[in-house]
């Protein structure tokens, strides 16, 4: 049903459709509003059988999901940057032993300095762990692609993150067509488990795997996630021939075919990406744009079939590899190993900062001129930068680094409105 | 003419009151007892729930505590059993790839979560309606004093429906006995040398588990150790019918850690509860029930002995001083317990 | 960015229910059929803290994420702001601001800096006023949004009403837009008088 809605409440309806059967969560900014949403649901009865469990903590949200799931039940939880790094531990185990649990990831910046604003850290800190990870670009597909996740975890066995970007996404009141429970029921069909706890058939889950035998058990996983590579694009079909609009996949692309320059992104910074790039085109610019939506496993063949014509590549993304460079643009270069285009990386949005149209309009225009340096951090306030780094020369006891730059930036921003 | 022997079908036949001895050791002789009486463990068709093949090693408390609660814990819910094991030494002997020496639906997470794993698990059973498959947790003393103690507490608090047995051998034996927090006084481990003013594990307040258990409110909460099967039994028969969180506490003696024969880890068990050092006790609710009297009192020294955890203790550069100090922490859990109300005879020990 | 999208930046003080507006505002332009986009400003959450929440409205869909730079209308929710936070940034003169209080702009200090914005687009609303008088509560927020749809015509009052209905229920919702609908009706008066008015 169309609906002008909060993003987190549209992710949550969404959910509750999926017919959860264990929800636990523990809050963090900027999830909380989804799970208070789905608590509410249960506490009513609106969405029944299901067990909502308050945890005390990130580690025994992600634990009691997966006890539920090894017993046979569908398993959800939610959770945001220093959340999910509390509880990695975990995330590593579910992955590692198939359990098709679904988790909402409000992507949030990661600490020290703590944050809560939104950015890619979270999502990159666990990348390797073996957990699928879709990135949404609208509430409309973020409340779609779980639906999709709980189709993909269960019949692959693994499970998957939807990464939907916090406050951005999560607080965002916007248009979204919320899944109706008829369609979601035809999509998505009872959990079957390949693996459960049963005392009528037991068996022993999470045994001990040593050096004889722990390559070829990692093999098996990085097989199911090039399972999942082959099934997302059906599981995208199916989704839009049952509810009549396109939602996930593994890229999306727009205005490509012809283009010389095409931007890159994770999520929901596309949109205001699309709205720079039309402009630019208006002025007779080719530039393109191209949506990773699929970002583990990652979509190497689409992304180079998308790619490969272009001229030079512009990576935007909102993390970046600390003392190294991008995080997405290493993939996509590695991606596009042997053809033509040059890959560039521009760092933006970092804790939250907003990426303004003005902003990426100067980015294109200088990735026009070919004047792109390999690494660009957006708006970056390099007097800020260039004080601390004099303090931090000057003195041995230079005090707390965060400290000093809010210190600069409110002695900077000073003075009369 | 010597005097008629009891039988099978009438144990008392003798006096109205027997005490049943064999060599060294108080265990009853199941064989003597009427089958209603006899525990799980004498009864062919016991579900051996850990059964042979597993690693540990020779002597191994644990292997033997984890056997008898489990196979008790499955009659009493007639097979509806699910486990969940922490990372440890059980987990570790029991599961060596490719085999399993689990008879039961088991299965293991992580160090610190068997608690919320379990939650987990009654949580999707009875959303499932099959709420008649229960769930017990358990984990050593380091997955569940130290690491687990977080998750631990969010279970007791949430009252979840999930048994948590704790294998206590007092310190991280799997990784080669560092100290945990359960560690007592004095007692050598790895990371708490026997040399320097204080040789051993500090004398701390402690963590007292089963205390902090009771304190959370949980409906039952339980102490036993591997030297007396049937309290053991009976002790997981009576967790087992109550819903709600539970906690039992198992000390089960460890001979590569604590440094002792392999043959003598139920009677050292023995001399723990004997000598006051490990009360047996139940409580329901926050409070203490019963409490499993003393039979015959023992001096600390007899337990410490016996290991050479505390060997630093004795000998030419011995320290009396700091047994003393052992001792009276086990005077203090005689009285705080009331370990020694039936007055029996009182050999050794100082008051 | 796509400039056919309308935006509207809305300036208030933590508590006083400025994400709210730009939420209900979103769903005003919902009901009458157009597409909207409201979020608000990431500051961190506390009562007095000044609050930023914008909201687009348009006939196509909005794409964009960026927070609102060059507002169509700038609602204040809280005029103590103007000494402390940059309001009027991005303002172009064809823009319309909309300001709850009892004051008129040169008793505000404004009256320099609204001779380059049209005058028929600069209202005053005492939206507090109104709050207490039909909600009991100075909440200004639902009340302004009555004055801005009188101001802009952007979304129709009619649906303004019936997205209060939908966030409120009860004595909540009746004061809210009673005292909405009291706005529209004063913003309009406004509006008739400075069309009568000899320009400036």
Not at chain 1, 190 to 197: A, G, I, M, S, Y
Not at chain 1, 239 to 251: D, Q
Request: net charge negative; hydrophobic share 45%.
């Amino acid at each position: 049903m169309l609906r002008q809605i909060e993003g987190s409440r549209a992710v949550a309806e969404a959910v509750a459709c999926c017919r959860p059967e264990v929800v636990c969560a523990y809050p963090i900014s900027p999830q909380t509003h989804i799970i208070e949403a789905v608590g509410a649901m249960v506490r009513s009865g609106e969405l029944s059988p299901c067990e909502f469990i308050n945890v005390e903590s990130e580690f025994a949200a992600l634990s009691v999901a997966i006890g539920a799931s090894a017993a046979g039940a569908r398993a959800y939880t939610a959770t945001a940057s220093q959340g999910l790094l509390f509880m990695v531990e975990a995330v590593y185990n579910a992955a590692g032993l198939g359990l098709p649990i679904v988790m909402t990831l409000a992507n949030r910046a990661v600490g020290a300095p703590i944050n809560i604003w939104n950015d890619h850290s979270d999502a990159m800190a666990v990348r390797d762990s073996g957990w699928v990870q879709l990135f949404a670009e609208t509430n409309q597909e973020a409340a779609d692609l779980h639906v999709q996740a709980f189709r993909l975890a269960e019949e692959l066995s693994v499970p998957v993150m939807v990464c939907m970007d916090g406050f951005v996404l999560t607080h965002a009141v916007e248009r979204v067509d919320v899944p109706d429970q008829p369609l979601v029921d035809a999509f998505l069909p009872p959990f079957e488990p390949r693996q459960v706890l049963d005392p009528d058939e037991p068996v022993s889950i999470g045994a001990m795997v040593g050096p004889e035998a722990f390559e070829e058990v990692r093999y098996l996983a990085h097989a199911r996630q090039l399972a999942v590579l082959e099934r997302i694009p059906a599981v995208a079909d199916e989704f839009a021939e049952l509810f009549g609009r396109r939602s996930g996949g593994l890229v999306s692309t727009y205005r490509t075919e012809d283009a010389d320059i095409v931007v890159v992104a994770l999520g929901s910074v596309l949109g205001t990406i699309k709205d720079a790039v039309d402009e630019r085109r208006e002025r007779g610019e080719r530039i393109g744009v191209v949506g990773i939506t699929s970002f583990r496993p990652f979509p190497r063949d689409a992304v180079r079939r998308a790619l490969g014509r272009a001229r030079s590549i512009v990576v935007v993304e909102k993390a970046f590899s600390i003392g190294f460079g991008g995080v997405l643009s290493t993939d996509v270069a590695m991606a596009l190993q042997g053809l033509n285009p040059v890959v560039v990386t521009v760092v933006a949005g970092l804790g939250g900062r907003p990426i303004t149209g003005a902003s990426l309009d100067g980015v294109l225009v200088d990735a026009v001129e070919d004047r792109l340096p390999p690494l660009t951090f957006l708006d970056l306030d390099e007097d800020i930068v260039r004080r601390e780094l004099e303090r931090m020369a000057a003195t041995r006891r230079s005090g707390p680094t965060a400290e000093n730059v809010l210190r600069d930036i409110r002695s900077v921003a000073a003075g009369p409105v | 003419m010597p005097e008629p022997l009891p039988t099978a079908d009438d144990p008392t036949d003798v006096d109205g009151r027997v005490h049943f001895y064999q060599v060294g050791s108080f265990a009853v002789g199941n064989r003597l007892l009427d089958r209603s009486l006899r525990t799980v463990q004498s009864d062919i068709g016991r579900t051996n729930s850990l059964d042979a093949g597993h690693r540990a090693c020779r002597g191994c408390g644990e292997a033997l505590g984890a056997r008898y609660t489990l196979d008790a814990a499955m009659r009493a819910v007639e097979g509806r059993l699910v486990a969940v094991n922490a990372t440890g030494c059980l987990e570790v002997f029991s599961t060596p790839y490719p085999e399993s020496s689990w008879r039961i639906a088991w299965m293991h997470s992580l160090f610190g979560n068997a608690p919320a794993v379990a939650t987990g698990v009654a949580a999707a059973m009875r959303v499932k309606g099959r709420s008649d498959v229960r769930v017990v947790a358990q984990a050593g003393d380091g997955g569940t004093v130290d690491i687990g103690f977080g998750c631990l507490s969010g279970m007791f608090e949430r009252n979840d429906d999930v048994l948590f047995v704790c294998y206590d051998n007092e310190a991280y034996m799997n990784t080669g006995v560092q100290r945990s927090a359960a560690t007592p006084p004095a007692a050598r481990t790895a990371t708490t040398e026997a040399f320097g003013l204080e040789p051993g594990a500090p004398f701390g307040q402690g963590k007292d588990l089963p205390r902090l258990a009771m304190a959370h409110g949980i409906p039952y909460v339980a102490t036993a150790t591997v030297a007396d099967l049937h309290d053991l039994e009976a002790k997981v028969r009576r967790a087992m019918a109550i819903r709600g969180a539970r906690y039992l506490h198992v000390l089960v003696p460890c001979p590569l850690g604590w440094g002792s024969e392999p043959g003598d880890t139920v009677k050292i068990a023995r001399l723990a509860k004997e000598t006051g050092l490990f009360p047996v006790f139940e409580a329901e609710g926050g409070k203490v029930t019963h409490a499993a009297q003393i039979r015959r009192r023992e001096p600390v020294e007899s337990y410490l002995r016996l290991q050479s955890r505390f060997r630093h203790l004795f000998g030419e550069h011995g320290r009396p001083d700091l047994v003393a100090r052992i001792q009276a922490i086990a005077d203090a859990n005689i009285a705080t317990y009331r370990l020694l109300e039936a007055t029996a005879d009182t050999t050794g020990g100082q008051s | 960015m796509s400039d056919s999208a309308f935006q509207v930046r809305i300036h208030g003080r933590g508590g006083q229910g400025a994400v709210t507006a730009a939420e209900l505002l979103a769903v005003a332009a919902f009901l009458d059929g157009r597409h909207a986009q409201a979020f608000p400003s990431f500051g961190s959450e506390r009562m007095g803290a000044p609050v930023v929440a914008f909201c687009r409205i348009s006939d196509s869909p909005i794409r964009t994420r960026a927070p609102v730079v060059a507002p169509d209308a700038l609602v204040i929710q809280d005029a103590t702001l103007l000494y402390q936070v940059d309001l009027l940034a991005g303002l172009t003169p064809q823009a319309y601001m909309l300001v709850n209080t009892s004051k008129t702009f040169v008793e505000l200090g404004l009256g320099e800096f609204v001779k380059t914005l049209r005058p028929d687009r600069l209202i005053t609303v005492p939206a507090t006023e109104l709050a207490l008088h039909h909600l009991g509560r100075p909440l200004p927020n639902a009340v302004l949004l009555g004055g801005l749809a009188a101001m802009t015509g952007v979304v129709t009052i009619g649906a303004v009403e019936a997205a209060i209905r939908e966030r409120f229920s009860g004595a909540v919702a009746d004061g809210n837009v009673a005292a909405a609908l009291a706005a529209h009706e004063h913003v309009l008066q406004e509006e008739e008088e400075l069309a009568g008015a000899a320009p400036d």
